[in-house]
């Protein structure tokens, strides 16, 4: 900054008034002090610029309360990254929330204390929820949507995988994994107000119609990610259903898929394919009852999320290619 004062003939203050955006400085000492910048290729340090705050930045990851493993492994992967970046003047907080309660996630937004600077957010697609997420956004809080998206909202950005290449994913490899077999395919879903659930639904319907007519889906049963509740569904399924050849589970609680199978005997011959990587799902990975995992990243979703949102408070550019999520797939014979 002293180099800009000097080579724009201007004090170190007016520099600060000009890099900051802030009013009381003649446009023609503003015209000089970027002319500076541009021909000494100044970039501010953002580290020295965040540790001289008078207050840290203060973030909040929103998830859901339940069982959910990747859940727990995104809450533990934000609760590290709090650690790491005391020290940067930002404080990352967790609150755990029933997402699937639309009201109950707008109260707990709604509450949310005003100087908080920006906020992820797992949300339901409900008109309470985008009321309370434009209202954070309206205040001048950051508002990124974490694994679901939500597009009605005043959101700024988006941290996630394209879900409904997720779907599509599933589908391909359900159809290679049963090849000329003919049945019934059963889907489970957390809930269809979770938008990542609906998209992932349909990139997988729309590719078992056009490329795999042998195959038959039945409709979606939600489970609410629970793992009793899933098993239920998958019983229910199995039940009805001598010739289902396969399952999807869109969401979570991939514990109940595999209890379902298991105890009706039909492990084998049963194409099951679900979502996230976890200690549960490797598991049953080697053991064949789960045939393939859709996986999403939660160390690189977490460290994304608050990459993001401090590019967002200090005005600067995101990077597309290094924020972008993967869509991993996983079976037994290529587990990291």
Not at 101 to 124: F, H, K, Q, T
Not at 305 to 330: H, M, Y
């Amino acid at each position: 900054m002293q180099d800009v004062a000097r080579e724009a003939g201007v004090s170190v203050a007016t520099v600060d008034r000009v890099l900051n955006g802030r009013a009381g400085t003649h446009a023609r000492m503003v015209d000089r002090v970027k002319a500076a910048v541009e021909k000494l290729h100044y970039e501010p340090d953002r580290l020295a610029s965040r540790l001289s705050r008078s207050r840290d930045f203060r973030f909040t990851a929103i998830l859901p309360v339940g069982s959910n493993d990747f859940m727990h492994n995104l809450e533990r992967e934000f609760r590290a990254l709090a650690r790491r970046y005391e020290a940067e003047r930002v404080a990352i907080g967790v609150l755990l929330v029933d997402v699937f309660d639309g009201e109950a996630l707008a109260e707990a937004l709604e509450a949310l204390p005003a100087e908080i600077d920006g906020i992820a957010v797992v949300a339901l697609d409900h008109p309470a929820v985008v009321e309370a997420l434009n209202a954070l956004a309206a205040r001048g809080t950051q508002v990124v949507t974490l694994v679901s998206d939500l597009p009605s909202a005043k959101w700024r950005h988006y941290v996630g995988l394209d879900n409904h290449a997720a779907g599509r994913t599933a589908a391909s490899l359900m159809g290679r994994f049963l090849g000329q077999r003919r049945g019934k395919v059963g889907l489970i879903a957390g809930s269809l107000q979770l938008r990542d659930h609906i998209e992932r639904q349909f990139g997988f319907e729309q590719v078992i119609a056009r490329e795999y007519p042998q195959l038959e889906v039945l409709p979606l049963r939600e489970a609410r990610d629970d793992a009793a509740r899933v098993e239920a569904a998958a019983r229910t399924l199995l039940d009805e259903n001598p010739d289902l050849v396969g399952l999807y589970n869109v969401g979570g609680g991939q514990q109940g898929v595999v209890a379902a199978l298991e105890a009706t005997g039909r492990a084998r011959d049963v194409v099951f394919i679900g979502h996230e990587l976890t200690e549960f799902t490797r598991r049953h990975l080697v053991r064949g009852t789960i045939d393939a995992v859709i996986n999403q990243d939660a160390g690189h979703m977490a460290r994304s999320t608050v990459r993001v949102l401090l590019a967002l408070r200090e005005g600067v550019p995101i990077v597309p290619d290094q924020e972008r999520i993967r869509i991993d797939i996983f079976i037994r014979d290529n587990m990291p």
